[in-house]
């Protein structure tokens, strides 16, 4: 059983960036399709971003130029670099994906595990 860990959210300003890691242990990410997800108050977890094995991104449409996604395999970490917040953007942002088939689900609710996410507050 794999362990994922988020860390990097915080309180900030409209306008502000934080910087999200996640490192996953007990299964790699060289080997498998990762993506982040975030789930505000009342709402359903949803995907925000996500990198395919080839390193292909692909973004949710209200966070597209303002997120990016990466990752450092030597690390075995994905990071989200998040620019221009806005208050919506208020949420706990978790990471994940299916080491086993190599890909990672659109539809959250597919997933059986998840780390404790990492809280982002966007506020004047």
């Known amino acids: 059983q794999g362990q994922l860990v988020e860390s990097g959210g915080g309180l900030v300003q409209p306008g502000g960036s934080l910087r999200l890691s996640c490192v996953a242990s007990?299964?790699?990410?060289?080997?498998?399709?990762m993506a982040w997800y975030r789930q505000s108050p009342g709402k359903e977890r949803e995907l925000v971003a996500a990198m395919t094995l080839g390193g292909n991104t692909r973004y949710a449409q209200d966070v597209e130029g303002r997120f990016t996604m990466s990752r450092d395999t030597a690390k075995n970490s994905v990071y989200l670099q998040m620019n221009n917040l806005k208050p919506e953007d208020t949420a706990v942002y978790y990471c994940n994906g299916d080491p086993t088939q190599r890909i990672y689900y659109t539809d959250p609710r597919m997933y059986t595990y998840w780390g404790q996410g990492t809280q982002v507050t966007v506020s004047s």
């Open positions: 007990g299964f790699t990410f060289r080997i498998s399709a």
